[in-house]
C-alpha cells in the first residue's frame, strides 16, 4: 500500500522559512515524479514544485521560483521543499503527491496527473 506523510509544517513570520519532508512508502517511490501541492481556504488545490525521478528535471510555480527548492534523496524514499522569504501567501496546507511514472509531465501542476497523495501539512506565515 502506498503511503505519503508529510512533516515539518508550522508557524513561522513572514521572511521565514520551513523545510517540508515526505515519507514515501510500499512502493518504489524513488523512481516516480513526486509534486508539491498547497491549498489554502476557500481556493483550488495548486501545483508548487516538481521533481522527476532521477532529479534532473524541476518545476516550480512563479509565484514560489527563487524562494522555494525541490530536492529529493532515493536513497531514503524522501522528498523535501526548502521554503525561504515565506509570505502571508503562503499560507495552505502543503501536499506531496506521487505519480505513476517517473517523468514529469509538462502539466505538472495539474493534481489528475497524481495517483498518489499524503496527509497534508499546515504551513502559517505570519505578517
Known amino acids: 500500500q502506498v503511503q505519503l506523510v508529510e512533516s515539518g509544517g508550522g508557524s513561522v513570520q513572514a521572511g521565514g522559512s520551513l523545510r517540508l519532508s515526505c515519507a514515501a512508502s510500499g512502493y518504489a517511490g524513488s523512481r516516480k515524479c513526486m509534486g508539491w501541492f498547497r491549498q489554502a481556504p476557500g481556493k483550488e488545490r495548486e501545483g508548487v514544485a516538481a521533481?522527476?525521478?532521477?532529479?534532473?528535471?524541476?518545476y516550480y510555480a512563479d509565484s514560489v521560483k527563487g524562494r522555494f527548492t525541490v530536492s529529493r534523496d532515493n536513497a531514503k524514499n524522501m522528498v523535501y521543499l526548502q521554503m525561504n522569504s515565506l509570505k502571508p501567501e503562503d499560507t495552505a496546507v502543503y501536499y506531496c503527491?506521487?505519480?505513476?511514472?517517473?517523468?514529469?509531465?509538462?502539466?505538472?501542476?495539474?493534481?489528475?496527473?497524481?495517483?498518489?497523495w499524503g496527509q497534508g501539512t499546515q504551513v502559517t506565515v505570519s505578517s
Open positions: 503527491a506521487s505519480r505513476s511514472y517517473d517523468y514529469c509531465p509538462s502539466n505538472w501542476d495539474a493534481p489528475f496527473a497524481y495517483n498518489y
Open positions: 521533481i522527476s525521478s532521477g532529479g534532473f528535471v524541476i
